[in-house]
């Protein structure tokens, strides 16, 4: 059984359905044997599968696993101990004969990679992820191999560490820490990391697609911040939901907050007091953030983004925060990551997180499950799912259902021509 949660909303309730932990974690009834593919060693699960799917590092959840397994699948798992696999280790992994993987946004899945998985007969891969900058789907595409990725799942996991990267920053919560662990603490001054407050500032956000709207929902219902975003695209729901807000608060007696739509980013960065980015990465918006849009914002802005990390010229990034000391930024995610911009380690108003923001059980466990669910699916020759599609029932629904036999996101699909589902 899941937890299901009604949440309520200025335009209706909606409910989601959260698979419970101990569905999520439950035990694969049969323990892995241990092997090595070209020396390196794997878990093997379901050794009389006969479809070979790689893993390429171990995921959390057991449904993934029994997704694959009741499918017919050997599912051999990397214990490589490189955090980070690179292009031939991986296909030595695929080897001679390979139908599926799973893997990682840090691997480089171009032509290479591809081809040897084309070469071994392998006819699925996805991404351990939603988004997919690591995959060259035009190469996927011309070796004939759809391309997963798991969407709909990391929508509140990740405007959630967008939000607690912004009070960590304005709280000086971070630098906090360190002094009380350090036993610098001598009692109660006046002055001691004195931070900003954020009721009734302004949240500014570029990217009002689903993360951006959580995020922004976050800060001004917890807050009573005003809104000011920027948005390729028209969000006439959003904009009426939070004008909607503001009419509630002024009917209760309370502060109505302000939302504007910005007919360009330069709007934004000039007015907020709490910058957060929420765009995809591609030419138009790597370094985004640069030095010029820095000296845009207010001196003691704060800057948070757990979008992607080439969105913000990191170099330029950490040259601002040393010349103005009072703005604050909160980083999950880094330019040439796991690499930071050299000095970016010594500015105390930066707040960084190693890339955690879908690191939720319930949100990494589901990326397992869709990833798997993409991977199965492809292999039984099941229709896929329309973009967009509600992909909770793969998190809950029993396995088996026939709801389930669909792959719930293939992002090269029309390209290959694929059967949709109907």
Not at 182 to 197: A, E
Not at 382 to 390: A, I, K, L, N, Y
Request: neutral net charge; contains cysteine.
């Amino acid at each position: 059984m899941g937890i299901r949660m009604r949440l309520p909303s200025l335009l209706g309730a909606r409910q989601i359905c959260y698979p419970s932990l101990s569905c999520m974690a439950r035990s694969f009834s049969s323990a892995p044997s241990e092997a090595t593919v070209n020396g390196h060693p794997v878990k093997v699960y379901n050794p009389e599968g006969v479809k070979r799917v790689i893993v390429t590092k171990e995921l959390p959840g057991d449904r993934w696993l029994n997704i694959l397994t009741s499918s017919g699948c050997r599912v051999e798992v990397s214990q490589h101990p490189d955090t980070i696999l690179d292009v031939p280790t991986i296909k030595q992994l695929i080897g001679s004969k390979c139908d599926g993987v799973i893997g990682q946004l840090t691997e480089d899945w171009s032509d290479k990679l591809f081809g040897a998985l084309k070469a071994a007969g392998g006819r699925a891969y996805s991404n351990y992820a939603v988004g997919y900058n690591n995959v060259n789907v035009a190469d996927a595409t011309k070796h004939g191999i759809p391309v997963g990725n798991t969407p709909g799942v990391l929508t509140e996991t990740t405007a959630e560490i967008a939000a607690a990267l912004t009070l960590s920053a304005a709280r000086r919560v971070c630098e906090a820490d360190v002094f009380m662990r350090s036993g610098q603490y001598k009692g109660w001054l006046p002055s001691l990391f004195v931070g900003k407050l954020l009721q009734n500032k302004t949240v500014g956000i570029i990217g009002a697609g689903r993360i951006g709207q959580a995020y922004a929902k976050m800060m001004v219902e917890g807050h009573k911040m005003n809104l000011i975003y920027y948005d390729l695209f028209p969000q006439p729901k959003f904009q009426e939901y939070m004008e909607n807000y503001s009419k509630f608060c002024a009917a209760n007696g309370e502060y109505p907050i302000t939302v504007t739509a910005a007919s360009s980013p330069e709007e934004v960065l000039k007015t907020a007091d709490v910058l957060s980015l929420h765009m995809l990465l591609d030419d138009s918006t790597h370094h985004f953030i640069n030095e010029e849009r820095l000296n845009m914002m207010k001196e003691d802005a704060l800057l948070v983004n757990a979008a992607r990390g080439p969105v913000v010229d990191e170099v330029a990034l950490v040259k601002h925060l040393k010349a103005h000391p009072e703005f604050r930024c909160g980083l999950d995610v880094f330019e040439d990551e796991p690499l930071m911009k050299p000095g970016l380690e010594e500015c105390l108003n930066a707040v960084i997180v190693p890339h955690i923001a879908s690191a939720s059980l319930w949100t990494r466990s589901g990326m397992a499950t869709l990833a798997a669910s993409n991977v199965a699916a492809v292999l039984q020759g099941f229709p896929v799912c329309p973009q967009g599609v509600d992909v909770i029932p793969f998190l809950d629904l029993p396995l088996g259902s026939e709801a389930l036999k669909a792959c719930p996101s293939i992002v090269n699909a029309a390209d290959l021509k694929l059967t949709m589902k109907k």
